[in-house]
């Protein structure tokens, strides 16, 4: 198991990771106390996954009926790295934050005398050290239930349990988070990208992703080309010669256009989860809106009746443009670009 | 991070019960930019405007995220023209595929070309949403004139 803490703007990030499912081999914890790594430790050699103190007694039966067993597995799997000692254990697992780095040492002396203690002695210590077992499983219940009270407050650790094998200096072990993060984006991109489901490969999906952002920037673009040519029919429709009021006949159009944004801004919140299918769902809709004025307030609520008496299409322009006049400026940078320095 | 998206606008939302103003920016841009250019009749440079238009509503519309996109994107349309790039100084190494590939998407999304691949990733799904939502927001608006 190892503690490190990475960039700490990405404390949300975090949180998710830990909301990952069980058989990712990360979570979330306050920075240790040292009995609490210790425990951890305990706890985890019995199963990566469940947090069972279950899990102990069927684990350690074994070693009554094998008798002295020099190196128990479960030390082997957790303990502290190249005890030498403890020449036939399996070096892991566990690396601790730099910040805790004394508290490591400390544990790790304190660690290698346990392991002196239990290569020297013999089946007679089993006994001992099974009791020991039970009070920490008792302990351990007590600290998941601790770790599940605890679990709100974002802090800058993760977490890392590297498995057998896996190397365990701390680059390594950021690297496989950040790899982790990358292939959790993926996901979410895939789930985002049509028609990219069944693509296998980071290769290939990175080949998806790229042509759909492409093909979404040349639909900008040919969309404007086509807006710039359409424009004069609107312009005709819709507006007068000073361009800020609308013609009364104009109004089915506007509020067809507002009835649209509110649609829109209703339902942008779930493309959140949907994806582009939104785009093809409202563009369906579209055919179908029906045209009706009561629609028309919908940006008007907060103002109150317009003292104008042009029509609903008409107040609704000039309001907006009283008020959004720098907003006007803002998203069209063409016309007043001095703005800007 | 917590920088102002837009230091001429003091106010970005003034109607916080719309949570997507930029398209109704876009909106009404459309109709300044035909109002303005109109009467000279030059499509390619209504096009460009109307992109331009459509480009910043995006970034608009994101701004209250606080994505990188939507900063870079804005930073990008207030130069007035195409700014030297910056030269990065290039390791002659054959690059893989994939860091090809990255590349490629870096050059795609506005900002990311100083982004670790992480949140390249997380600005990418980001950016993504909005251009579909710009998209089909367009290519409404461009339906219900040609009707």
């Known amino acids: 198991m190892a503690a490190f803490s990475y960039h700490p703007h990405h404390d949300p990030f975090a949180l998710d990771v830990a909301d990952f499912p069980s058989d990712s081999h990360f979570h979330l914890l306050f920075p240790p106390t040292q009995q609490q790594q210790h425990q951890q430790r305990r706890q985890q050699a019995g199963d990566p996954v469940v947090s069972s103190s279950a899990f102990f007694p069927r684990f350690y039966c074994p070693f009554d009926s094998l008798g002295a067993v020099p190196v128990e597995m479960s030390t082997a799997n957790t303990s502290t790295a190249a005890t030498p000692a403890s020449s036939s254990s399996l070096e892991s697992a566990r690396v601790s934050s730099r910040s805790s780095s004394a508290q490591r040492s400390e544990s790790q002396r304190e660690k290698k005398r346990k392991d002196d203690q239990k290569c020297n002695s013999s089946s007679s210590q089993l006994k001992k050290r099974k009791n020991t077992k039970q009070k920490k499983c008792s302990r351990d219940a007590e600290s998941t239930n601790e770790k599940r009270a605890l679990k709100e407050p974002p802090t800058g650790y993760i977490h890392v349990r590297a498995r057998r094998g896996q190397a365990t200096d701390s680059h390594s072990l950021a690297e496989r988070v950040r790899r982790e993060k990358i292939r959790e984006r993926m996901k979410m991109l895939q789930g985002l990208v049509p028609g990219c489901d069944k693509v296998i490969g980071k290769a290939l999906l990175l080949d998806e992703i790229i042509n759909y952002v492409q093909s979404l920037q040349n639909q900008v673009e040919f969309l404007s080309m086509k807006l710039a040519s359409l424009n004069p029919v609107l312009y005709e429709l819709g507006l007068d010669s000073d361009g800020y009021m609308l013609s009364p006949e104009s109004d089915g159009l506007m509020a067809l256009i507002l009835q649209k944004l509110e649609e829109m801004s209703l339902g942008l919140p779930n493309i959140q989860q949907t994806g582009p299918h939104q785009a093809t769902a409202f563009a369906d809709t579209a055919d179908s809106c029906p045209v009706q004025d009561s629609s028309v307030p919908f940006l008007l609520h907060e103002e109150g009746p317009a003292p104008f008496h042009q029509g609903n299409g008409g107040n609704f322009v000039v309001q907006l443009d009283h008020n959004r006049e720098s907003l006007f400026n803002q998203v069209d940078f063409n016309s007043v670009p001095s703005s800007y320095h | ?147």
């Not at chain 2, 398209?23 to 000279?40: E, G, K, M, S, T």
């Not at chain 2, 790039?85 to 990255?102: F, G, L, P, S």
């Not at chain 2, 506005?110 to 927001?137: F, H, I, K, N």
């Open chain 2, 1 to 147: 991070m917590h920088r102002e998206i837009s230091p001429g606008n003091p106010n970005p939302n003034p109607n916080p019960n719309s949570p997507m103003p930029g398209f109704c920016y876009f909106l009404h841009a459309l109709a300044r930019i035909q109002q303005d250019v109109a009467p000279q009749r030059s499509p390619g440079k209504k096009g460009r405007r109307i992109r331009r238009a459509a480009y910043a509503s995006m970034a608009v519309a994101a701004a209250p995220r606080r994505m990188a996109w939507s900063r870079a994107l804005l930073r990008r349309l207030r130069r007035r023209s195409a700014s030297p790039r910056r030269k990065t100084i290039t390791v002659t190494r054959k690059k893989t595929r994939t860091e090809r590939q990255e590349d490629e998407l870096r050059r795609l999304v506005p900002g990311g070309r100083r982004m670790d691949l992480c949140s390249l990733l997380e600005e990418t799904g980001d950016y993504l949403q909005c251009l579909a939502a710009q998209v089909s927001l367009m290519q409404w608006v461009a339906r219900s004139i040609s009707e």
